[in-house]
């Protein structure tokens, strides 16, 4: 069974910094894109960042210049850096991989599996 945990949520003020890490764990063949996603509120889920396997990373127009999205492919885990940190980001963010599961000696599935979420929480 795939597992992603997640990890490094918290409060932070204004103007300050978190990291957030997932891993993914269980059977895995390959994980092609990891990403962030956040849900503040009363608000619909959000992409945040993405990154793919071979580096290529996608944000959001609100998190662009303060927000970096890296990963350990060998570790088969994300992370997401979030500097300057304002109150509107406040939000528990989830995360998020698109990888093969390997469900026998032959046989694969793909899987979007997310993670169970952890809270930031931006003061003003």
């Known amino acids: 069974q795939v597992q992603l945990a997640e990890s490094g949520g918290g409060l932070v003020q204004a103007g300050g910094s978190l990291r957030l890490s997932c891993a993914a764990s269980?059977?895995?063949?390959?994980?092609?894109?990891m990403g962030w996603f956040r849900q503040a509120p009363g608000k619909q889920r959000e992409l945040v960042a993405t990154?793919?396997?071979?580096?290529?990373?996608n944000y959001a127009d609100s998190v662009l210049g303060r927000f970096t999205i890296s990963r350990d492919n060998a570790k088969n885990t994300v992370y997401l850096q979030l500097n300057s940190l304002k109150p509107e980001d406040t939000a528990v963010y989830y995360c998020n991989a698109d990888l093969i599961e390997r469900r026998g000696p032959l046989t694969f599935r793909p899987l979007s599996a997310w993670g169970q979420g952890t809270q930031v929480t931006v003061s003003s």
């Open positions: 990154i793919t396997i071979g580096g290529t990373t």
């Open positions: 269980g059977s895995i063949l390959s994980v092609n894109v």
